[in-house]
Nanobody
Framework: QVQLVESGGGLVQAGGSLRLSCAAS????????MGWFRQAPGKEREFVTA????????YYADSVKGRFTISRDNAKNTVYLQMNSLKPEDTAVYYC?????????????????WGQGAQVTVSS
């Protein structure tokens, strides 16, 4: 069992930066690949980025590549999402999740555990 709690969301102007954190409980955090998804009002949840259990491999949606960076600290049971050059279209609720199936990292069904979400609002 893994419990996830996101923090660090908020309101920022276009071009600004935010860093989200996702703190995990449970001794098995380091064995999970982790991902971030987002969901804007009226839209489906979409993949943002993922990181392997060791942190050695990362994956990004084309829409955030070059602007967002995922990282993790297994000693602190925490995964981070650094978001730079934010755009109004990045406005969404951001969820972290722990991956535990044979589905690819970009597939929401492949994640067993989800946080409650953090609101990110980017004003123009």
């Amino acid at each position: 069992q893994v419990q996830l709690v996101e923090s660090g969301g908020g309101l920022v102007q276009a071009g600004g930066s935010l860093r989200l954190s996702c703190a995990a409980s449970g001794r098995t955090f380091s064995s999970y690949a982790m991902g971030w998804f987002r969901q804007a009002p009226g839209k489906e949840r979409e993949f943002v980025t993922a990181i392997s259990w060791s942190g050695g491999n990362t994956y990004y949606a084309d829409s955030v590549k070059g602007r967002f960076t995922i990282s993790r600290d297994n000693a602190k049971n925490t995964v981070y999402l650094q978001m730079n050059s934010l755009k109004p279209e990045d406005t969404a609720v951001y969820y972290c999740a722990a991956h535990g199936s044979s589905y690819g990292f970009a597939v929401a069904a492949g994640y067993n555990y989800w946080g409650q979400g953090a609101q990110v609002t980017v004003s123009s």
